[in-house]
C-alpha cells in the first residue's frame, strides 16, 4: 500500500512538473500571435523596401504623365478625392497610386498570358495594355464608388441631425454652440466628419456662411447642399433659424421616404432578374428533364 502511495505520488509530482515546464495554452496563442507579427512585419520592410527602391522610378513616370494630363482631369480628380473624403492625399500621390495600379496589372496580365496561356506576344502585349488601362482609371472607379456610399451615409444621418439641432437651437443655444453640441452626440460619420470640418473653419474665423457654403461645395450632397444654401441665405435675410431648421427637417424626412417608396417600387423588377436565371431553368429541368432522358435513352417515342 505504501509502495502504491509513494508511486502515485511521484506519478504526480512529476506530471506538474512537466506541466510547470511546458508553456500553457495562453503563452503558445501569445507566441503564434507574435509570430504571425513578425511576419508580417517583415513583409511590409520588404514590401517598403521595394516601393522605396521603385519610388525615385514612379515618381520620374508620374511628372511625364503630368504634362500631358488635362487640366480639367486632374481638377475632377481632386474634387472626387474632397467627396470622398480623401483629403490626406495630394493629387501626386493619387497619380503615384494610379501609376502602380496600372504597372502591377500590365505585369501580372503579362506574365499570365505568355507563361500559362502560351499567347503570342502580340496579342499578350495588346490585352496587357488594356489592362494598364483599366489598372489606371480603377482609382476613379473606387471614388465613385466612395462618394456614393459617403452620400449614402450622409443621406442617412441628415434627418436626425437636423431634428437635433433644430432642438438645440429652441433651447436657446447658439448655431455653432448646437452645432458643435449635434456633432459631439453623433456616431462617427461622414457626416460627422463634414460638421466637425465646418466647425474647425468656423473656429478659425470664418464666416458661416462661406462656411455653410464650402460644406455644400466639399460634399456636393444634394440634400446638404440645399440645408447649407438655405441656412446661409436666411442668416444672410435674417430668417428665424429654428423655422428654417424645422422646414429642412421635414422636408429631407419627406424625400427619404419618397425614395424608400422608389426602391420598394422597383423591388418586382428586380426579382424578375434572379428569378428568370436562377429559378426558371431548375423548373424546366424538372418539368422536362425524365421527357429528354427517355426520348435519349428509353428508345425514341
Avoid at 470664418?206 to 444654401?229: C, F, G, M, N, Y
Wanted: aromatic share 10%; glycine share 4%.
Amino acid at each position: 500500500m505504501i509502495i502504491l502511495l509513494v508511486f502515485i505520488l511521484s506519478f504526480v509530482a512529476v506530471y506538474y512538473l512537466v506541466l510547470a515546464f511546458l508553456p500553457s495554452p495562453e503563452e503558445v496563442a501569445i507566441s503564434s500571435r507574435l509570430e504571425r507579427l513578425r511576419r508580417r512585419r517583415a513583409r511590409i520592410e520588404f514590401a517598403s523596401k521595394i516601393v522605396s527602391a521603385l519610388a525615385p522610378l514612379f515618381e520620374f513616370v508620374v511628372k511625364g504623365i503630368k504634362r500631358f494630363i488635362p487640366e480639367d482631369y486632374l481638377k475632377t480628380l481632386e474634387m472626387k478625392m474632397e467627396m470622398a473624403g480623401e483629403r490626406g492625399k495630394s493629387i501626386d500621390a493619387v497619380l503615384t497610386e494610379k501609376v502602380v495600379s496600372g504597372f502591377v496589372l500590365f505585369m501580372i496580365s503579362f506574365l499570365i498570358l505568355t507563361i500559362i496561356f502560351s499567347a503570342p506576344f502580340s496579342f499578350s502585349l495588346v490585352l496587357s495594355l488594356v489592362f494598364l488601362f483599366i489598372g489606371f482609371f480603377f482609382k476613379d472607379i473606387n471614388l465613385s464608388g466612395e462618394i456614393k456610399k459617403r452620400h449614402y451615409l450622409i443621406q442617412k444621418d441628415l434627418g436626425d441631425a437636423l431634428d437635433q439641432l433644430n432642438t438645440a437651437v429652441q433651447a436657446d443655444l447658439g448655431f455653432n454652440a448646437a452645432l458643435q453640441y449635434v456633432t459631439e452626440s453623433m456616431h462617427p460619420c461622414p457626416l460627422k466628419e463634414e460638421f466637425s470640418l465646418m466647425l474647425s473653419e468656423l473656429r478659425l474665423g470664418k464666416k458661416r456662411s462661406q462656411a455653410l457654403r464650402d460644406l455644400a461645395e466639399r460634399t456636393q450632397h444634394p440634400d446638404l447642399t440645399l440645408v447649407a444654401i438655405t441656412i446661409a441665405h436666411g442668416e444672410e435675410l435674417g430668417a428665424p433659424i429654428t423655422q428654417t431648421l424645422a422646414t429642412l427637417a421635414e422636408e429631407v424626412r419627406l424625400k427619404r421616404w419618397d425614395q424608400a417608396e422608389e426602391k420598394a417600387a422597383k423591388t418586382p423588377v428586380l426579382i424578375v432578374i434572379p428569378t428568370i436565371l436562377l429559378i426558371l431553368p431548375t423548373i424546366f429541368i424538372i418539368l422536362f428533364g425524365p421527357f429528354v432522358l427517355y426520348l435519349l435513352y428509353g428508345g425514341g417515342m
